[in-house]
């Protein structure tokens, strides 16, 4: 059984010092070690950020795609192998903003992978922009008078789409982000797991100690998981109010996944699959119908 150092590799990371990223990036290994895996099991998809070079700094395969567009490189990914474990790590602003359109159709099509959106509310990676999260009035690089943008809410957006996990926790809380991780691994579908973080440099208004006065555990509080409207009040708190909910919010594992519904692997995996399964003369024939000019038919 792998443990946390075969996720690890020699790597340094270069993230600030304080940088939330670097208990997300601990809680991930202990999340697939304490979950039973081998590095060659998980695949972990990113964007661009400070958050998306996670897998740079663990022993694991990992594939650094365009801005905003690691969830459909990560529907492809395990629809060719829905065997293996996808994770897709990346920011706030790849998340919502470039990839808004992406973490749409992701929901509604229920691919089982797990959506870690490392939310620090800001571009950190570009110094310090206004990101689709940042809260109205604060002063970025780009806005020096304030925001003036109301923010998203990305979990009440994802529970209006008919989202089948949602949850959220905060980097200050290793073994909560551990617990919220393995519960987004296990789920049938698509699981959107909003971790709140500090951005120490370019964001330090929102401290570890600003979340502490504010967070609060869902579970604790006797939330029904199963209950979407009651999910839906309690991810209306924040961004608005002064209290932030944290645990699963939203929780359905009735809906069958994506790729549950595919014929074509109900066979297996496509990469176990022989890569040719009809005669040669039906490929040549349909070929023929696609390359001939409809004109001059």
């Not at 059984?1 to 990036?25: E, H, K, L």
């Not at 923010?151 to 009440?156: F, G, R, V, Y």
């Not at 709140?196 to 579970?219: F, G, H, I, K």
Request: net charge negative; with cysteine; proline share 6%.
């Amino acid at each position: 059984m792998a443990t946390v150092q075969d996720f690890s590799n020699n790597i340094r990371p270069t993230w600030c010092p304080g940088c939330g990223d670097y208990a997300i990036w601990n809680a991930l290994k202990r999340a697939f070690a304490g979950a039973g895996l081998e590095p060659h099991q998980v695949i972990m998809v990113t964007g661009i950020g400070q958050g998306s070079k996670t897998p740079d700094y663990m022993h694991i395969t990992g594939f650094n795609g365009l801005h905003g567009r690691p969830l459909p490189v990560a529907a492809g990914i395990k629809l060719a192998n829905h065997d293996l474990k996808v994770v897709v790590v990346h920011g706030d602003g790849d998340g919502y903003s470039e990839g808004g359109n992406h973490f749409l159709h992701a929901v509604r099509r229920n691919i089982s992978m797990v959506d870690l959106v490392q939310n620090n509310h800001v571009y950190a990676l570009t110094k310090g922009q206004a990101s689709p999260t940042t809260s109205k009035g604060i002063r970025t690089s780009t806005s020096p008078v304030g925001v003036v943008d109301v923010p998203i809410n990305p979990l009440t957006l994802a529970l209006s789409q008919g989202a089948t996990f949602v949850a959220r926790s905060y980097s200050a809380n290793i073994n909560h982000m551990i617990e919220m991780i393995t519960a987004a691994m296990n789920h049938r579908g698509y699981a959107l797991l909003d971790v709140m973080q500090v951005c120490v440099t370019y964001n330090p208004r929102m401290s570890n100690e600003w979340y502490r006065e504010r967070v609060y555990d869902l579970a604790a509080q006797g939330h029904d998981p199963s209950d979407r409207e009651a999910a839906m009040a309690r991810a209306s708190e924040f961004p608005g109010g002064d209290r932030i909910p944290v645990g699963i919010f939203f929780q359905d594992e009735t809906v069958p996944s994506y790729e549950e519904q595919l014929a074509v692997l109900e066979a297996g995996p496509l990469v176990h699959q022989p890569l040719r399964t009809r005669p040669e003369e039906d490929y040549l024939q349909l070929l023929e119908e696609y390359m001939t000019d409809p004109i001059a038919r």
